[in-house]
Structure formats: structure tokens, C-alpha cells
């Protein structure tokens, strides 16, 4: 069965670094987004992604994070500064039509912010 | 801000009995109902989506909408010890497809 996948499984970083979150959505979908989770806290919704933009996003996806599809299977989260805070599970996620739709979620980055 | 209300559990069940999880909801726009298990340190795991009122089956699992309660359920039928899990129940967002996720349900089979 096609699955999401995501680099790196986990990823350990200084304060004030920048990180890049990668992922391989499931080939024929089309819509994709990233959530996170803080350990212990409910799975929060950052940015939804179609046809090459971002689609919505959450409040807590202000100015340091960014999203892109450099090519055709690729879908990234760039945290710019991270900060102690940024510390979580990301989870991509993606769905053939968008609304209405199941997301389908991948095993998820661990971000450790040091 | 629009809420997803669960029971944090846990919830114990003896093996072969039936679990039942429940959930509220404030948005009343939402129009796709999901529910998503999680074991711990692992990513949600879809298991059953619901759109219209009354009942959907799967397996031993079943969903249960109520659009004017804002109610969904799932049950789970023949609890099985590989069951525990957290169970997260997401409902979509007012025209959007943003899931909007509960705290979950800690389901315990035990033997």
C-alpha cells in the first residue's frame, strides 16, 4: 500500500539553526499539508499546500516556517531560527482531493531543539 | 477556536468486549468526520471516516455520526490487546480540509 514518507526520523538541532523537514507524499495526491505535535498534546494543524501554494495555514505558522515542492515528489517544511519551542512531532500528511478526503499521515520527524 | 472534545481515558476493556469512544464537536460546519489511532511515539493511523448521519462499518470497527448533537462515535467490537491504542477523533474545519484533532481517547485491552 503507498505511504507517506518522511526524512529524517529524527532531527537534533541547536537554537537559532535552520532545519528542513522532507517529505514524500503518496504519488497520485494531491493536496498536502504538515502537522505537528508537542509531546504529551493534540495533533495541531500548521499549513495546507494545492497546486503549488499554500492553501491555509494555522496561526502557528507565522514568518519562520515556509513550505515548498521543489519537484514533482518532494514536499518540505523550512523552519528558519528555530527556537526551544519548536521542539515536536511533524507529521506530512496527504490526500487525493483535499475536502472530504482522508489525509493520510507518515511516521513523522522528531524535532529536538537544543 | 472550534474544539474537539474526547474522554482522555484511559478506557479499559476486557479482551472481546466492546469499546466505546466518543466525541463533541463545536464546529457546526464540519462536514467529514475521522477517526485515527495512535500508539504511543507512532503517527496517526487512519481507521474510519464518516460523512453523513447514522451508522458506517468496517471490520469490527463502527462510526457513529450525529450532526445536530455534534456527536461522532466509534466502536470497537471483539477488543483485541494490539487495540490499545490513543484514539483521536478529527473533524474537518468549515469549508477547509483542516483536521481538527481531540486530545484522544487512551483505549487499555487487557487479557
Known amino acids: 500500500e503507498p505511504e507517506v514518507t518522511q526524512t529524517p526520523s529524527h532531527q537534533v538541532t541547536q537554537m537559532g539553526q535552520e532545519v528542513i523537514l522532507r517529505c514524500v507524499p503518496i504519488?497520485?495526491?494531491?493536496?498536502f499539508y504538515w502537522y505537528r505535535q508537542i509531546l504529551g498534546q493534540k495533533v495541531e494543524f500548521l499549513v495546507s499546500f494545492y497546486n503549488n501554494e499554500i492553501s491555509e495555514k494555522s496561526e502557528i505558522f507565522d514568518d519562520q516556517f515556509s513550505v515548498e515542492r521543489p519537484d514533482g515528489s518532494n514536499f518540505t517544511l523550512k523552519i528558519r531560527s528555530t527556537k526551544l519551542e519548536d521542539s515536536a512531532m511533524y507529521f506530512c500528511?496527504?490526500?487525493?482531493?483535499?475536502?472530504?478526503?482522508?489525509?493520510?499521515f507518515g511516521d513523522g520527524t522528531r524535532l529536538s531543539i537544543l | 477556536q472550534k474544539e474537539v472534545e474526547q474522554n482522555s481515558g484511559p478506557l479499559s476493556v476486557p479482551e472481546g468486549a466492546i469499546a466505546s469512544l466518543n466525541c463533541t464537536y463545536s464546529d457546526r460546519g464540519s462536514q467529514s468526520f475521522f477517526w485515527y489511532r495512535q500508539y504511543s511515539g507512532k503517527s496517526p493511523e487512519l481507521i474510519m471516516s464518516i460523512y453523513s448521519n447514522g451508522d458506517k462499518e468496517d471490520g469490527r470497527f463502527t462510526a457513529q455520526l450525529n450532526k445536530a448533537s455534534q456527536y461522532v462515535s466509534l466502536l470497537i467490537r471483539d477488543s483485541q490487546p494490539s487495540d490499545s491504542a490513543t484514539y483521536l477523533c478529527?473533524?474537518?474545519?468549515?469549508?477547509?480540509?483542516?483536521?481538527?484533532f481531540g486530545t484522544g481517547t487512551r483505549l487499555q485491552v487487557f487479557p
Open positions: 504519488s497520485n495526491h494531491l493536496y
Open positions: 500528511a496527504s490526500s487525493l482531493q483535499g475536502q472530504r478526503q482522508p489525509q493520510h
Open positions: 478529527a473533524p474537518d474545519a468549515y469549508n477547509t480540509d483542516k483536521l481538527i
